[in-house]
């Protein structure tokens, strides 16, 4: 009778807490067959733009971080680029940079989002390379001199070696060495760029460095991770603060970059689902959401991972939230003392090159969520990996529309940058995943505009 009931009891704790995930986290999903993708209209003033980053397209970046990832001849680091691929030089953006300008000229679109390469700007630590600072200030004239309004992104993965030998972001009393970085460069260019990311996906580059140890320093320490993580959300804010107390600094717009991706059950009636993606949320969105809305972090796995922490100069510390959006996940616990879940995939999912499924939906959700923090949204990205151009035009038409119904429902977002440019070195992935705009022939560094990308370049102008 006792054991009857306890276990009625559970079996009804179990459907009640199902119940509850179920209705307060729904998976969102539209009947597309009845949706007029033309149906979108955009504020006036905006804005529509590209992004790539520097060690993806520019070459040569042979001082930082990745380099010596990719040349790793460590047994215990492969593999861990595909096929052992190397970024060598890339899409040649460093020399091809005008050519480059005019590309994105022909797309219609007014906003190049890209990064400085530190480890080209100060290869030694407190030294300063000139000729470096030049080369950027080249590009933002020339950016300018075609009204194209540049976006710089002050960190995007790579780490000058210097930086990383003293143990990197892992290290809060490291962050003062990216600081001084940060305002030599807004210094230099701050009278001519208005528009600064500071750090690009902090969860990405914690938890594919220090969880599953896929990006440098190939790291599998969750503790570590979330420590990396919060020393970046400490670098935000104190870049920020730098910065705007210097000349410019009121008058331009500062903000953080995050990569939202929900994480939704793949069995929707398995309660070991829905704790390993309540985690999973917890840690990949809540933190950085956490910091930047209130300043505080508080993340509490026993065996797992713990922190606990309080800003008083964080909180709404950023003038937008650079939000960047491919896809959902959706997990499967399994018994693994590390990784406790997997990836899995429906056979209705329509798939990108990248194991993402096209989600537009997801984009919308991902408005909604970054709205919280109460400031304007940039969709800093947004892009497919498609190497046959089959399901580029789709992406992006059922993307945007997405975005422009979170607008039409009153969310504050202000521009849509597509990532890429044009096909670049895709870091883990290397070369095989492509989400250029143009098509880059790596033998011959020719460019071609993708027939799947007009339709961006249609909805840019209809928008005028
Ligand atoms: C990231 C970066 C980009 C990627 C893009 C496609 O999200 O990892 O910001 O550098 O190339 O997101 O995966």
């Known amino acids: 009778m006792i054991l009857a009931l306890l276990i009625g009891s559970i079996a009804l704790i179990y459907v009640i807490a199902i119940i509850y995930f179920h209705c307060r986290y729904p998976e969102l999903r539209w009947d597309w067959k009845n949706i007029n993708t033309k149906k979108m209209n955009f504020p006036l003033g905006f804005s529509w733009g590209t992004a790539t980053a520097s060690h993806q397209v520019e070459g040569n970046c042979t001082n930082n971080n990745w380099f010596l990832w990719e040349n790793s001849k460590d047994e215990n680091m492969n593999p861990r680029i595909k096929d052992s691929q190397r970024s060598g030089i890339a899409c040649n953006h460093w020399n091809k940079y005008k050519d480059d300008i005019d590309l994105i000229k022909k797309i219609g679109v007014t906003h190049y989002r890209f990064s400085l390469e530190w480890s080209k700007i100060e290869p030694e630590k407190g030294k300063y390379d000139k000729e470096v600072i030049d080369h950027y200030s080249n590009v933002i004239d020339s950016l300018i001199k075609e009204h194209i309004t540049p976006v710089i992104t002050l960190h995007h993965f790579t780490n000058p070696i210097w930086f990383d030998e003293m143990g990197g972001f ?32 902090p969860e990405v580059y914690s938890v594919m460095g220090y969880f599953a140890g896929i990006f440098p320093p190939g790291k599998k320490n969750p503790q570590l991770a979330v420590e990396t993580l919060k020393n970046l959300l400490i670098s935000h804010t104190r870049v920020y603060n730098a910065l705007k107390s210097l000349p410019n600094g009121k008058e331009s717009s500062i903000g953080i970059v995050k990569n939202i991706m929900q994480f939704d059950p793949y069995r929707r009636w398995n309660i070991f689902d829905w704790i390993v993606c309540r985690i999973t949320n917890k840690i990949y969105n809540g933190i950085a959401l956490s910091y930047l809305k209130s300043g505080t972090i508080n993340v509490n796995y026993p065996f797992f991972v713990r922190m606990n922490y309080k800003s008083d100069n964080a909180a709404l510390a950023t003038d937008f939230f650079g939000l960047n959006y491919y896809s ?71 993307y945007i529309y997405a975005m422009s119904k979170s607008i039409k429902e009153g969310a504050d977002v202000r521009g849509y940058y597509y990532w890429s440019l044009m096909d670049n070195f895709e870091w883990a992935e290397g070369y095989d995943m492509r989400f250029g705009l143009y098509q ?24 005028k």
């Open 440 to 463: 880059v022939d790596f033998k011959t560094q020719e460019r071609s505009l993708r027939k799947g990308s007009r339709v961006f370049v249609n909805i840019i102008n209809e928008s």
């Open 328 to 398: 959902h996940s959706h997990l499967k616990f399994k018994f693994d003392s590390y990784e406790f879940f997997e990836n899995k995939f429906f056979d209705y999912d329509t798939m990108t090159d990248m194991p993402y499924a096209i989600y537009p939906e997801g984009l919308y959700r991902a408005i909604k969520q970054a709205s919280k923090i109460n400031k304007p949204i940039i969709i800093t990205e947004n892009g497919i990996a498609d190497a046959i151009d089959d399901r580029r035009s789709l992406f992006i038409e059922r």
């Open 170 to 201: 892992e290290k809060e009393e490291n962050i003062d060495y990216f600081v001084s970085f940060c305002k030599t460069v807004f210094s230099e260019y701050s009278s001519r760029v208005k528009n600064w990311c500071t750090i690009n996906e």
